[in-house]
């Protein structure tokens, strides 16, 4: 049974921080490639952050410099640090693990983020 649970979204102003957490069970963390991704009000799902199971990481152009994504194999869990928050970052944030080399993948159920003010 392969669970994500996203956690952290809330309603914050514009210039203001947010992380997001997403925790990991049913899986062995350290084999799955972690990312976020964020669907817009009436658009296509998109990806923001991608971290590899080294470490490596690539972000949407959006959001490089403000966001940053990491990754504890302790605690099972990815996150993403989010500053200098925009109106244009509200969105739904969801977690997705992916297998390394079977190409499996799961989603979490998402978090809502707010930008507003």
């Known amino acids: 049974q392969v669970q994500l649970v996203e956690s952290g979204g809330d309603l914050v102003q514009p210039g203001g921080s947010l992380r997001l957490s997403c925790a990991a069970s049913?899986?062995?963390?350290?084999?799955?490639?972690m990312s976020w991704y964020r669907q817009i009000v009436g658009k296509e799902r998109e990806l923001v952050a991608t971290?590899?199971?080294?470490?490596?990481?690539n972000y949407a152009e959006s959001v490089k410099g403000r966001f940053t994504i990491s990754r504890d194999n302790v605690k099972n869990t990815v996150y993403l640090q989010m500053n200098s928050l925009k109106p244009e970052d509200t969105a739904v944030y969801y977690c997705?693990?992916?297998?390394?080399?079977?190409?499996?993948?799961?989603w979490g159920q998402g978090t809502q983020v707010t930008v507003s003010s």
């Open positions: 971290i590899s199971r080294l470490g490596g990481t």
């Open positions: 049913g899986v062995i963390f350290s084999n799955y490639a």
């Open positions: 997705k693990a992916l297998h390394t080399w079977s190409s499996n993948f799961y």
